[in-house]
Nanobody
């Protein structure tokens, strides 16, 4: 069974950059849809970005478009979320996940965010100060 572990979170100032990592053990991301999601206490989990492997579409939420980039390394064992020009509204716990589907349209990505489909990490905190 795959285990996903996020890392790289922390406290940054607005305008700075941060890269999150998600390491898979017991399996890889090859052939799966991969996604990043975030959640603020008291609010629903929301979609950030996803990509379908291999060579499928990459989707971003409107709020992070042109600032965040999702990627995966050549081994397909680690995925990343590179975040630039961070804003206080980006403060949240960030989760990575993989699934056999879900990254086809932004709407489906949003539905994935609200479900428990696939495998999920436990999250890493990102705090952006103003």
């Amino acid at each position: 069974e795959v285990q996903l572990v996020e890392s790289g979170g922390g406290l940054v100032q607005a305008g700075e950059s941060l890269t999150l990592s998600c390491a898979a053990t017991g399996s890889t991301f090859d052939g799966y849809h991969i996604g990043w999601f975030r959640q603020v206490p008291g609010r629903e989990r929301e979609a950030v970005s996803c990509s379908s492997l291999p060579g499928g579409p990459t989707i971003y939420a409107d709020s992070v478009q042109d600032r965040f980039t999702i990627s995966v390394d050549d081994t397909k064992e680690t995925m990343y979320l590179s975040m630039s020009n961070l804003k206080p509204d980006d403060t949240a716990v960030y989760f990575c996940a993989r699934n056999k589907g879900g990254c086809v349209t932004l709407l489906l990505l949003k539905l994935w965010a609200l479900s428990d489909m696939g495998s999920w990490g436990r999250g890493t905190q990102v705090t952006v100060s103003s």
